[in-house]
């Protein structure tokens, strides 16, 4: 048995008899449909394929006028995959077994014979709900993950991180508050990486650690011989970040009259 590569979804069909596994597979042709005629076959497929959904006979060999190996059977599924869903098919007359089935953690149960256009509901909205339910562990799981470049499983620091995600993909200014060394620049990082800006360039200045006239100097540039040593043309910060961010570190700092020249430049 070699593992499948479709991309189809994947149907196990539990069933020994031969009859109705041709009859199920021919019916079930939107899915890629695998067989097993016993517990152990059908573990075996499961723990190959990873099938999403599972119909399952009761009455399996070698107890096919009984119900114990297929419990067994049902057992193991939901052991090794717990997030598969096993729809149970039993005779007309055993609802009380196909209860107890359902009971023991089994999604659904279909009683004989079979009505393939009915067996085809259940068997649509089980994957579905698999689907569902897939996406809602990937959605918990990724709210528990920190920002790129951030290590963290705090609290409010993952909260944090989500609001950047609902952030990055605006044009709006932001505002990161915080000591020094709390990692304000890790965050801005992380909301150009996570924003349609991501492309172009990512430009950090600590606004407290230059003079005055050198901070007017690299965020706005200057012309050749503007001054003493300005030997020629030079593109400030705020023209090299133009498209991507500009991350202004420490911005409380700037002088008085930066503020004013850099308010009516972005205004």
Known sequence: MSKTTSSKPILLIVEDDAGLQSQLRWHFDQYETIVADNRQDAIAALRLHEAAVIIQDLGLPPDEDGVDEGFKCIQDILRISPNSKVIVMTGKTDRDNALRAVAMGAYDFYQKPVDPNTLDL???????????????????????????????????????????????????????????????????????????????????????????????????????????????????????????TLFLDEVGNLPMTVQKTLLRFLQ
């Open 122 to 244: 259940i068997v649509q909205r089980a994957f579905h709900i698999h689907e569902l339910e897939d996406y809602n562990r990937r959605i918990s799981l990724s709210q528990q993950e920190p920002l790129e470049g951030l290590i963290t499983n705090d609290p409010q620091l993952l909260k944090i991180c989500r609001q950047l995600e609902k952030i990055s993909p605006t044009t709006v200014t932001c505002t990161l508050l915080g000591e020094s060394g709390t990692g304000k620049e890790v965050m801005a990082r992380a909301i150009h990486q996570l924003s349609p800006r991501k492309a172009k360039r990512f430009v950090a200045i600590n606004c407290g650690a230059l003079s005055e006239s050198l901070l007017e100097s690299e965020l706005f540039g200057y012309k050749k011989g503007a001054f003493t040593g300005a030997a020629e043309n030079r593109k400030g910060l705020l023209e090299a970040a133009d498209g991507g």
